[in-house]
């Protein structure tokens, strides 16, 4: 599960193919199911990131999907047929919580910016819809649409990060980027692209689990709190 993630650096630089790509950013310290965030895609204009909302709702039921096991997408149907609408979420960070709700960030032991797996999708649009609105980044708008959306994949949680939780988001190998993009059949295992470095972590404030909280302090570190028995 991966409910919350942080994108605080205003830009990054992505190299796919020899072409430098450089992407432009609103930080965002607190990123949640159902908010507009930044995404990158392969269009037949090239690689675009834009602002797509994070989860969907499939027309035969209400829940919100936002995750999606990597282990399972190609037999899951709300997942399979999304299989060649593959997409990176940029991030720098994201959040699990330990017992009673005691929140601590992820980060790359070097900080900057990591891409997780995840899949888009093309919404219809539906009625009395609820979502809570966020800061949205600076995308190309003319090739992403309202209605588009996706979701992050996750796999089982490395040696760093098990001790929180058991499932993390998908973070890929920087050399396995162009291959998840490409627009072909998904004929390749998803664990054969997988960055396997270890993740560092730090407690941070509890204002984190207000999902309408969205300022710098929330990234800072805090005293690690004593587990309640």
Known sequence: MCARYTLTLDQARLVMAGVVHIFAFVPRYNIGPAQRAPVIIKTPKGVRCGDLTWGYKTQWSNTLHFNAQAERIRQTSAFKKLLNQRCLVPMDGFYEWKPHKSPV?????????????????AN????????????????NKGEFSDQMSFVLLTTAAN??????????????????????????????QISDLLDKSDLSHYSVSREVNNIRDENAGLIAQVATEPELL
């Open 105 to 121: 960030r992820f980060t790359r032991l070097k900080r900057g910016v990591f891409y997780v797996a995840g899949l888009w999708h």
């Open 124 to 139: 219809e649009p539906r009625q009395n819809d609820n979502f809570h609105s966020a800061p949205a980044g600076k995308g």
């Open 159 to 188: 040696a760093s990060v098990k001790p929180i939780h058991d499932r993390m988001p998908l973070i890929l190998r920087e050399d396995a980027l162009e291959q998840w993009l490409e627009i072909s059949d998904f004929n390749f």
